[in-house]
């Protein structure tokens, strides 16, 4: 037996990736282990007893109109919103009030992107369980303000099986009706690359830089030239139906679980914020922040081009 042939084969991907993952693994495990510490501590231990649940702040919506207008969030605007708003207390009007403020601010001839998608796991394992996808009845698990614009008329929703957007606004078929033909979800066809074609703007409300799944269009629009490859090999036929009760066979690729592991998007904040990608606003207990779609994408490749430097850390190896 040649014991050296396994080094011998290419490798899937640079070093530094390998490395990577070895250093959060045992983060992770050391994390872990202190968790199990601190609750053995509490069991057996003399400890004082554990402080009440502070109350929850109270954020009235004018002071997220105004964050929204300071930020740059203004009439014709197209915005992609990725949210989590109950990080920011409770808010006055709830996921309603929170819709109807950001279709104000971007107005009638605006758009307003909801990522929509159907699940909240890891994109392969998704897959490969070989859903069904029905973009009439498919849930949004992407929080309270999806779930709300998917119940509000109006909107169109693109047929994807695992990365769907619900767009509204006069050109939201322009956004969402081709993203069935793409064979990765952030393709040239999809809403991703339209958002960043229409000069359009990014929203997080009260979620972090990991929850922007835009960073894919860059991989994406790169293609072999991006450092990682992000994807599995495996090809995923999925059966569709779009709101209209048509069938489709829809074919996509899922990201690497290995990959999905390793990732992490806070690692370019500071570049971001140094090129003017980014802005925010604390609100209540958390940060609305505004990102500008097409610098992100010319940051983050020249990041990779300049610094050797990505969402997956510094690459080399």
Not at 45 to 50: L, S, T, V
Not at 124 to 142: E, I, Q, T, W
Not at 193 to 218: C, P, Q
Not at 232 to 245: K, L, P, R, W, Y
Request: with cysteine; aromatic share 8%.
């Amino acid at each position: 037996m040649d014991f050296n042939q396994p080094w011998n084969l290419p490798m899937r991907h640079p070093l530094s990736v390998y490395t990577r993952s070895l250093q959060r693994d045992a983060s992770r495990l050391s994390a872990k282990i202190q968790r199990r510490l601190r609750k053995f501590t509490q069991e057996n231990g003399d400890n004082p007893p554990k402080p009440s649940r502070a109350t929850r702040v109270i954020v009235d919506k004018a002071a997220i109109a105004t964050a929204l207008a300071n930020l740059g969030l203004g009439s014709g605007d197209t915005v992609m919103v990725h949210s989590g708003i109950s990080n920011l207390g409770k808010i006055t009007g709830g996921p309603q009030a929170v819709f109807n403020l950001i279709a104000e601010q971007v107005g009638d001839e605006g758009h307003m992107l909801y990522p929509v998608f159907p699940f909240n796991t890891l994109m392969y394992g998704y897959l490969a369980s070989r859903p069904v996808f029905d973009a009439a009845n498919a849930p949004s698990k992407m929080g309270s303000l999806s779930e709300y614009a998917l119940r509000t008329p109006g909107g169109q929703r693109s047929l994807h099986p695992s990365h769907s957007i619900l767009a509204f606004g006069p050109r939201a078929g322009y956004f969402v009706g081709e993203h069935h033909l793409c064979r990765t979800p952030f393709a040239d066809l999809s809403p991703f690359a339209r958002l960043v074609e229409a000069k359009g703007k990014i929203l997080l409300i009260g979620v972090d830089l990991n929850s922007t799944t835009s960073f894919h269009r860059t991989e994406d629009r790169m293609g072999t030239d991006f450092p990682v490859k992000v994807y599995a090999d495996e090809i995923f036929e999925v059966a569709c139906v779009d709101t209209q009760g048509r069938e489709y066979k829809v074919i996509t690729q899922a990201h690497d679980p290995f990959i999905s592991r390793v990732r992490d998007c806070e690692l370019v904040r500071n570049a971001f914020i140094r090129a003017g990608v980014i802005r925010e606003a604390q609100i209540g207990s958390g940060v609305l922040a505004l990102i500008d779609a097409a610098l992100m994408d010319q940051t983050l490749e020249s990041l990779w081009r300049q610094e050797r430097f990505t969402i997956y850390g510094r690459i080399w190896g």
